[in-house]
Nanobody
Framework: VQLVESGGGNVHAGGSLRLSCLIS????????IVWFRQAPGKKRDPISA????????HYADSVRGRFAISKNNVRNTVYLQMNSLKSEDTAVYTC????????????????????WGQGTQVTVSS
């Protein structure tokens, strides 16, 4: 399994970015892609997830209403549209594979992720 993120960059507060997570090597369709982010000196936190089989989405409170996760099964890609960006959104964003689905609506901790991408830096300047 290989995950490759892209789309990070520098943006001013209030701006938008769209991250992509290209997925390869997965032969099952019952899995979830989870986006995490890690700011300097902080732990890695899950912020959004989408189940590849049925499209169910989940968001952390910190991004709900500003970020939107989507998928294109033909392109094997999951997107994270990030709008109304704030300086506190500055972090390394990484996607990961969770086998199965999110349980009870709770975004999974990093310890439950089986495969990771390399991450992409998002920097929001105020």
């Amino acid at each position: 399994v290989q995950l490759v993120e892209s789309g990070g960059g520098n943006v001013h507060a209030g701006g938008s970015l769209r991250l992509s997570c290209l997925i390869s090597g997965v032969t099952y369709d019952d899995y979830t892609i989870v986006w995490f982010r890690q700011a300097p000196g902080k732990k890695r936190d899950p912020i959004s997830a989408i189940n590849i089989a049925d499209g169910t989405t989940h968001y952390a409170d910190s991004v709900r209403g500003r970020f939107a996760i989507s998928k294109n099964n033909v392109r094997n890609t999951v997107y994270l549209q990030m709008n109304s960006l704030k300086s506190e959104d500055t972090a390394v964003y990484t996607c990961g594979v969770l086998w199965g689905a999110v349980v009870k609506g709770l975004l999974p901790p990093p310890g439950l992720i089986d495969f990771w991408g390399q991450g992409t830096q998002v920097t929001v300047s105020s």
